[in-house]
């Protein structure tokens, strides 16, 4: 069995977060923003649960800091959040892998809700939380996507066979 990480390898983990994060600065209408998914978020608990050795909180953390300068927020409030979701996601990997993609489906619900939760957190403290329940959106869009999301990724994962 071949174990090489090489460059189509690291590529297409890069190629991904790249994609994630253009899905995140695309704009979109002003009704229809509080139903964007957290693709970011996504793509980084896939290739957590996918490959804990290689994806950590270090990536999670950065991804947070680019999301934070791509979103214009306060920095560090996304960075926070993510590298959160990547440790419990790392840490809990093994049970998520096993089961169907429905259940999956709901474990990625509760960690993006997390990750919304933290960063309401730091937005409360700084007296800018969102007044609306419209909020919550994401997380419930993020699940239903996810299946889609999880097979493209890992069918891709299979035919650059990254490992």
Not at 98 to 113: D, E, K, R
Request: some cysteine.
């Amino acid at each position: 069995m071949n174990t090489y990480a090489g460059p189509t390898s690291n590529g297409l983990i890069v190629f991904s977060f790249i994609a994630a994060l253009i899905l995140t600065a695309m704009p979109l209408p002003e009704w229809l923003r509080p139903f964007r998914p957290d693709w970011v978020a996504m793509v980084l608990i896939y290739w957590c649960l996918v490959l804990p050795s290689r994806i950590n909180v270090g990536i999670g953390w950065f991804m947070g800091l680019l999301v934070d300068v791509l979103t214009a927020s306060l920095l560090g409030q996304h960075a926070m959040a993510l590298a959160i979701v990547a440790f419990i996601t790392i840490n809990i990997h093994l049970q998520i892998r096993v089961y169907p993609i429905w259940q999956q489906a709901l474990s990625v619900f509760v960690l993006i809700a997390l990750s919304q939760l933290l960063v309401i957190w730091v937005k409360g403290i700084i007296g800018a939380a969102p007044q609306t329940w419209l909020y919550w959106s994401s997380s419930m869009v993020s699940a239903f996507i996810w299946p889609a999301l999880f097979i493209l990724l890992r069918n891709m994962r299979r035919q650059f066979r990254v490992k």
